[in-house]
C-alpha cells in the first residue's frame, strides 16, 4: 500500500499508475521495458484488480432538493 493505494508487490509503483499508464496508450511491452519490476502477471493483476473494482462500484444519486 502506498498512501492508501494498491501497488504492484516489491515495487513502489501504484496500480492506478499502471492503468493510467495504459490508458494513455502505452503497450505491455513498453511497460515491461520501462519499469524491469514488473511483470506480464503484475500487468494483468491490475487489470483485474480494476475490473473487480468498477463491478462492485455502486452509484447514488440524490434528488437536487438533497442538503
Known sequence: I?????IIKGT???V?????L???GW????ILQ????VTRQ???ACLAYASE???IERIYTLPLNAK
Not at 502506498?2 to 494498491?6: A, E, F, Q, R, T
Not at 503497450?27 to 513498453?30: F, G, L, N, P
Not at 520501462?34 to 519490476?37: E, F, Q, S
Request: proline share 3%; aromatic share 6%; no cysteine.
Open 53 to 55: 473494482t468498477l463491478k
Open 42 to 44: 503484475d500487468i494483468l
Open 27 to 30: 503497450s505491455e511491452q513498453d
Open 2 to 6: 502506498l498512501v492508501g493505494k494498491p
Open 34 to 37: 520501462n519499469y524491469t519490476g
Open 16 to 20: 492506478k499508475f499502471i492503468i493510467d
Open 12 to 14: 513502489r509503483l501504484a
Open 22 to 24: 495504459l490508458a494513455q
